[in-house]
Structures are given as structure tokens and as C-alpha cells.
């Protein structure tokens, strides 16, 4: 088993993702602030909280023998949905509003080492649950 079969590592990687992905959108957002027509765009946010439930599920059982009934897994492969900005556009039909964009990236930012300091203690839960006793 590695840690990407976790589901609590899953979720951690998949919100990772999502805001390295968001990230980009962001940046490509800035680099086009001054271009005409351009519209700003951001990634929908998937609902965390459905797929931290869905680590807690209790865990299917194996099938060890030709007749029993396989169990059905989970696609695992998420696709995040692109939402086109809604803001007014200026007289060049652009809408980023570069303050806008810069408070989502200080979020997306926040958001990022929060992920990293949970996944560093997850790991550090690992290693507890896996040290040997002290003997003392």
C-alpha cells in the first residue's frame, strides 16, 4: 500500500492539484490583463468536504475467490470545471481586475501551505503509528 492509496492522502493530493491548476489560471489571468477581449477566467472549487466523507468510508472487502463479487472503485481522476469571469469588462472588453486576481492568488498561496503543513502532519502520523515502542 502507498500513501497515494490513502484516502486521506487522495483528498490532499486532489486539493493540491486543484490549486496548482488554479494557480495557473490565475497567472494567465495577470499576463493577459491588458489584452482586449480578454475574459478572466478561475477553476470551479470541487466540494472538499464529499470527498473527506468519502475517505471515511469503511473499506471494501477484498475478493479472494473467483465467484465473489468484484467491488466497484471509484474513478479517482478529477477534472476541475473552468468558470469564465462574470465581472464587468472594460472599454476594451476585458474584465481582470488585477486586484481581484492578486487576492485570489494570496489565497491560493495560503491555501498551499496549509495543504503542505497538513500532509506533513499526516506523515508524521505515519511515522508515529509505524516507530517502534520506546523501551523505557
Do not use: C
Not at 490532499?12 to 495577470?30: D, G, K, P
Not at 466497484?72 to 476585458?94: H, M, R, Y
Amino acid at each position: 500500500m502507498t500513501l497515494g492509496d490513502m484516502n486521506y492522502f487522495q483528498a490532499l493530493n486532489t486539493r493540491m492539484s486543484w490549486l496548482n491548476q488554479r494557480q495557473r489560471m490565475l497567472a494567465e489571468n495577470v499576463a493577459n490583463a491588458n489584452t482586449p477581449g480578454f475574459l478572466a477566467k478561475d477553476l470551479a472549487e470541487p466540494n472538499f468536504r464529499d470527498l473527506l466523507r468519502k475517505s471515511a468510508a469503511p473499506v471494501a472487502m477484498a475478493r479472494t475467490a473467483g465467484k465473489h463479487i468484484q467491488g466497484v472503485q471509484d474513478a479517482g481522476a478529477t477534472k476541475f470545471k473552468v468558470l469564465e469571469s462574470n465581472a464587468q469588462a472594460d472599454k476594451s472588453g476585458n474584465s481582470v481586475t488585477l486586484e481581484a486576481e492578486m487576492m485570489k492568488v494570496s489565497q491560493s498561496v495560503a491555501d498551499h501551505e496549509l495543504m503542505s503543513n497538513l500532509y506533513k502532519k499526516g506523515m508524521d502520523l505515519m511515522r508515529i503509528a509505524l516507530s517502534r515502542p520506546s523501551r523505557g
